[in-house]
């Protein structure tokens, strides 16, 4: 094998070492035309790519060209050397430039080069059998060269690029996938949390809708108070869904799911050895949520020892991870929620005053479902409209007597409890029609069912007391004295009774068995 051989061997390995280098591919392919230009003597060097918007070859990476020209100069496939190339997908030797017309020299290297004459060598891109652009090298010309072994060795060379924008390609394909992924991902929960979705026209949630509007472009701190089920986090997600930090992250904490001995660590993070399963950093919400909103979900069962955290990352808008010394400077908007008293908890000392006069910027109280009856039905269809959806079902409306038993009911699991009901009933439904007996038994109240009492409250009391002494006589075997016992009372009004009630005591003395009659 020649000297020349073994160069070029080494030059190959080297363009394909640098081609898989993790570096953006300009910079790739700067690096192979430099290569040749140092080991194979080039003059200059082109690498020209077909761009899909104009159906141009504009130059992508260029060496012994000046930087303006290289900017101007492109192709129409056809045009010239290099246009011919691509367009017919062959090799093209230009033995010397200075004979051939088609040699366009739109980069001037002929003309301002230092060489009177020049060889020019172009063979094609292939990306999936085709050709997406063209390698140009220019040479010293020399009447002795063999331009065979030069085109078969640039071909190589041209292949190893082709696989190189192949797999760019295939990567700017996924990266703008995922951004209009991401794009549409976040349209999508602007459209879901947009206040028109928070469902509900009575006078207490029209009072939500403006504090919301109220809160939402601002900076504040805000806490949402309300009981269970209410609805509080889809309050906080339209908050950061319609203030400027919309496109930043929303990193949602239950510190009521979590145990004091991982709280910390979530919020905060932990660096290597910590503690004993540690094993590498990780980052906690607070640094998630930077540039973003950090909503923190029963704000009320934070330990003392984690509030005191809190309220520095609060105060001084930075924090340390668990087992590390370095502060870490955050902008995080929070957002919390409780259904606890936390004015009580502060007297009883299980609540910093300091935190949550912090937190207590801005409130907004989410009312009981059961305070706001005119939204039960608007969210009762809106329930059965979206599970009819998601169950496949073909359920449109609710009838006039399993309205009758949501209105009546008390809901003390407020909205979250109606949607688990409305699902329950969209599941169970034979027709298309929502009816009571689909409902659940805890909506079941005797007027739905037709067991109201149709005694009056005087003669349900008599019965009540009846059936009593005549349990009680059974027990005593007649003794009155007994009966008197049993029922905590005295024998003159034992005897009273019996005769109110026209009971004979004598029955259930002698028989071994008492007789059932009364």
Known sequence: MTARNVRKLSTLLEISQTLSSPVELRTALMQVLELLEEQHDSVSGSITLLEEATGELVIEAATGINWKVQRRATYKVGEGVTGRVVESGRPIIVPRVSHEPLFLDRTEVWKAGAHPELSFVCVPIQVDGKAKGSLGVTL????????????QFLSVVASMIGQSVRVSDLVETERQNLVSE?????????????FRNIIGNSSQMRDVYQQI??????????????????????????????????DGPFIKVNCGALPDTLI???????????????????????????????????????????????????????FERLGGVQSIRVDVRLITATNRDLESAMK??????????????FSIFMPALRDRKPDILLLADHFAEKYATVLGKSVRRISTPAIDMLMAYHWPGNVRELENCVERAVLVCQGSVIHGHDLPPTLQTAQVSGTLPDVSLEVAVGNYERDLLLDSLKSARGNQAEVARLLQTTSRIVGYKLKKHGIDPTRYRSASRPSWDA
């Open 140 to 151: 010293p010309f020399d009447e002795d060269r063999e331009f065979p072994p030069e085109t």
């Open 182 to 194: 991401n794009t549409q991902l976040r349209q999508e929960l602007r459209e879901k949390y947009e």
């Open 213 to 246: 509007a109220q809160v939402a472009g601002s900076p504040t701190t805000v806490m949402i108070r309300g009981e269970s089920g209410t609805g509080k986090e889809m309050v906080a997600h339209a908050i950061h869904y319609n203030s400027a930090r919309a």
């Open 264 to 318: 910390e660590s979530e919020l905060f993070g932990y660096e290597p050895g910590a503690f004993t399963d540690a094993r590498e950093q990780k980052k906690g919400r607070f640094e998630l949520a930077d540039g973003g909103t950090l909503f923190l979900d029963e704000i009320g069962e934070l330990s003392p020892s984690t509030q005191v955290k809190v309220l520095r990352a609060l105060q001084e808008k930075e």
């Open 348 to 361: 009883q000392g299980s609540f910093r005053e300091d935190l949550y006069y912090r937190l207590n910027v």
